[in-house]
């Protein structure tokens, strides 16, 4: 196909706005499949991301479309994973298309999630098309929201899209909007072979494939190919698109999506953001934007039943084949055991990760606490990276400690806005600003990671009665007044649930642990003491009195979330305990450690 006749294109959309609805709307009229073979929501391909509703790996169609002016067109349509935590993929996803549809439902209006998509397809010069969804709900209110667009966005909503993804209602309308508004791609085939690594799966018939933008030259099969940043190079064995079926080809042109197979071992040697070059006729320097993904949340995985480590070793290796993103190294904890300290880009691609081992691997796992990235400065120069609170130098080797922060969009009704401002003051955040669209409110604040990491974003939502809405972006380091918080169980120091804390309220946070462990541990046949200490002064003693013969040892549970109930419900097996000393301390325990207020 000739450049004017490709249009590249992302759809971008707060969680349940409806973008995988219209993805498959759009399939389901222009795809390559039969409508037998249609499945719901076909772009969400893994049974977890199913059941979540999100979609975490991007994926990309390849839709054939004969417009009103007759001529038939080709649609790439990049499916953009739809979470922070995945917010450099959605960056290359976007870099990879000429405009977006953005979708907004037209009985919610504008998220915080639409705001940050949003500002990153404007940074990637998208031509932006609005389209309105759900306007077959009775709530909807499509001139409403097209205002609040204008607003809060600054963009032109008088030609919005009205559609209904349910219903197929305005599809058409979209597709012509595609064809006549999004720019063609521009591209030169005669130059070097540069091609942006957009994504890269494993598939376990089919090996590693490779998600691709050709912007300049051709990509060929049988071409060898080298990454310029990682320096490998591969021979090209398959190239092709999706219909959402494998569609295989010669070559790939400038301005086309699609897939490369090169007999690649792993994802971790695909970096997404990579610029693929000619092995022979290398382009003289790579595209714009490459930045490495560095994991932001670290914790610790352990197997409840020790004879379990090598079956989580394996399986986490299998894991890290799909998902280069993902880090582990072994790790030993008194309490715990053996197990394995693992980086994440966030908390929710930590839960899926945790998720998938319990249930693809079948595995009962102990998670501690997530906890952030720290830098030290020592006294003697050195500088190192904290992953494990537990590791935290005394004070008196330590010359400073940065902590990483971020940068916060909450979005929220203004009737719940003085609770969140409450929130965000008392995890030390900073008001930068704070803007209102109709009723809603949207405030910006710089935040330490430290205190979101743990259960910001669930209190957010109580807060708000879930109408809230989050989305935040890294920022920086920053030097901070940071203590070790160690409990003792026993007069022992337990590991696996010491934490790091903002001096100022290194001491409350103690002392609300040790009564929430007053509450989760079980009461044995002995007295307990439990002890909270900041560099070896005690701040804080609960004792959990001894058993008596007639009270059922069934006391603990008490504030365990309902997820963590549902995860228990499912698997009645095992007890999740770990035996410390003499004492049995429940894997909830090791959860509740950092949950605060
Ligand atoms: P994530 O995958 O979680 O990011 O969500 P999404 O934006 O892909 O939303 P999805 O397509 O899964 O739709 C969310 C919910 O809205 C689903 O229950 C859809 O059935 C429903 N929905 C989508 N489009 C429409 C619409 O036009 N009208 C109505 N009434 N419901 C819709």
């Known amino acids: 196909t000739d450049l ?38 076909i772009l969400d391909s893994m049974d977890i991301e199913r059941e979540r509703g999100i979609t975490i790996k991007a994926q990309t169609v390849r839709l054939a479309y004969k417009a009103k002016d007759g001529e038939t067109y080709e649609l790439n349509l990049m499916d953009t994973p739809g979470h922070v935590d995945f917010a450099y993929e959605v960056s290359r996803s976007l870099a990879a298309c000429e405009g977006s549809l953005l979708v907004v439902d037209a009985s919610q209006g504008v998220e915080a999630q639409t705001l940050a998509n949003v500002y990153q397809a404007i940074e990637n010069n998208h031509e932006i098309v609005p389209v309105l969804n759900k306007i077959d709900l009775p ?8 205002q609040q667009i204008e607003d809060v966005i600054g963009l032109d909503t008088s030609n919005a899209v009205m559609i209904s993804a349910k219903t197929g209602l305005g599809i058409e309308d979209v597709l012509e909007a595609l064809v006549t ?9 005669d130059a ?9 799966w494993y598939d376990s018939y089919l090996g590693v494939i490779i998600l691709v933008r050709v912007k300049h030259g051709i990509l060929r099969k049988g071409q060898k190919i080298r990454m310029m940043n990682t320096g490998a190079s591969y021979q090209v064995d398959g190239v092709g698109y999706f219909t959402p079926k494998m569609v295989q080809v010669d070559a790939l042109n400038p301005g086309e999506i699609g897939f490369l197979q090169a007999s690649i071992k792993a994802v971790a040697d695909c970096e997404v953001g990579d610029t693929i070059t000619d092995e022979k006729r290398p382009a003289d320097k790579p595209l714009p934007g490459f930045k490495p993904n560095v994991p932001v949340v670290f914790c610790g995985l352990f197997p409840v039943d020790a004879a379990d480590f090598e079956d989580l070793r394996d399986s986490l290796s299998k894991l890290r084949l799909n998902d280069a993103s993902f880090e582990y ?11 394995f300290r693992c980086g994440f880009l966030g908390l929710l691609h930590l839960e899926i990760i945790q998720e998938r081992l319990e249930r693809e691997f079948n595995l009962d796992l102990i998670t501690t606490a997530p906890s952030v990235v720290y830098r030290i400065e020592l006294t003697n120069g050195e500088q190192v990276q904290l992953h494990n609170p537990a590791d935290m130098p005394e004070v008196t080797k330590m010359a400073k400690i940065e902590e990483p922060w971020i940068k916060a969009t909450i979005m929220v009704p203004d009737e719940f806005l003085g609770p969140i401002l409450q929130l965000c003051t008392e995890r030390r955040g900073v008001q930068l600003d704070l803007t209102y669209a109709g009723n809603r409110a949207m405030v910006v604040y710089r935040l330490p990671l430290n205190e979101i990491v743990f259960d910001f974003y669930d209190r957010l939502k109580s807060i708000s009665r879930g109408y809230a809405s989050f989305d935040y972006e890294i920022d920086s380091y920053q030097e901070s007044d940071l203590v070790k ?17 903002h001096k100022g309220q290194a001491e409350s946070r103690g002392r609300q642990i040790c009564t929430r462990l007053k509450d989760l541990i079980p009461r044995q046949m002995f007295q307990i003491a439990i002890q909270a200490a900041i560099g070896g002064r005690i701040v804080a003693r609960e004792s959990l009195s001894a058993l008596r013969k007639d009270v059922l040892a069934k ?7 309902r997820k963590r109930k549902l995860l228990e419900k499912q698997k009645e097996g095992k007890k999740r305990m770990r035996q410390f000393g003499k004492v049995e301390i429940p894997q909830s325990a090791f959860l509740a450690a950092l949950k605060m207020g």
């Open 485 to 501: 918080v160690t409990i003792l169980v026993n007069a022992e120091p337990v590991d696996a649930l010491a934490f790091i804390a």
């Open 181 to 189: 508004r999004l720019p063609s791609p521009q591209g030169d085939a």
């Open 329 to 339: 190294e072994a790790e030993t904890s008194a309490a715990l055991g053996f197990g």
């Open 4 to 41: 004017k006749h490709i249009r590249n294109f992302a759809i971008i959309a707060h969680i349940d706005h409806g973008k995988s609805t219209l993805a498959d709307r759009l399939i389901q009229k222009c795809g390559g499949i039969e409508e037998r073979e249609m499945r719901d929501q």
């Open 139 to 146: 709530a909807a209110e499509p001139e409403r929201i097209k």
């Open 192 to 200: 070097p072979l540069q091609a942006l690594l957009v994504d890269s």
């Open 555 to 561: 006391c603990y549970g008490g504030d365990v979330s």
